[in-house]
């Protein structure tokens, strides 16, 4: 699926089971509380932190999945509302990225194999 697709998906699921956009501070609120829930499975499964009882880790990977798409799905919204084509940002944003570290990672001696 090419992001100008899930732009138009997300439109159409807002359209038909949303009733509308929630405002864009609302959905910067629900984007931060979604990176939040991505951030504690994060922190437990690859971090210091643990769960408080056993979890299944096959779990745990469709959990971090779905939170990545919850976070995705706000992002799309946003972008929706505010009239981002973000096809075009990321190709921008990938372009200023090369111009500005094409060399930078590959001469950081912090990422090179020991």
Not at 12 to 40: A, P
Not at 79 to 105: F, P, S, W, Y
Request: charged share 35%; glycine share 2%; with cysteine.
């Amino acid at each position: 699926m090419k992001i100008r697709e899930l732009q138009e998906q997300v439109d159409q699921w807002i359209k038909e089971y949303g009733v509308r956009y929630f405002d864009e501070m609302t959905n910067t609120v629900v984007l931060m509380e979604e990176v939040g829930e991505f951030s504690r499975l994060m922190a437990r499964q690859y971090g210091e932190q643990s769960f408080k009882s056993s979890v299944d880790s096959s779990q745990v990977k469709i959990d971090i999945a779905d939170e990545m798409a919850d976070i995705l799905f706000v992002l799309t919204c946003l972008a929706n509302q505010m009239e981002v084509d973000l096809d075009a940002a990321i190709h921008r944003n990938l372009d200023k990225k090369t111009k500005r570290d094409k060399a930078r990672h590959h001469n950081n001696p912090k990422l090179k194999d020991e």
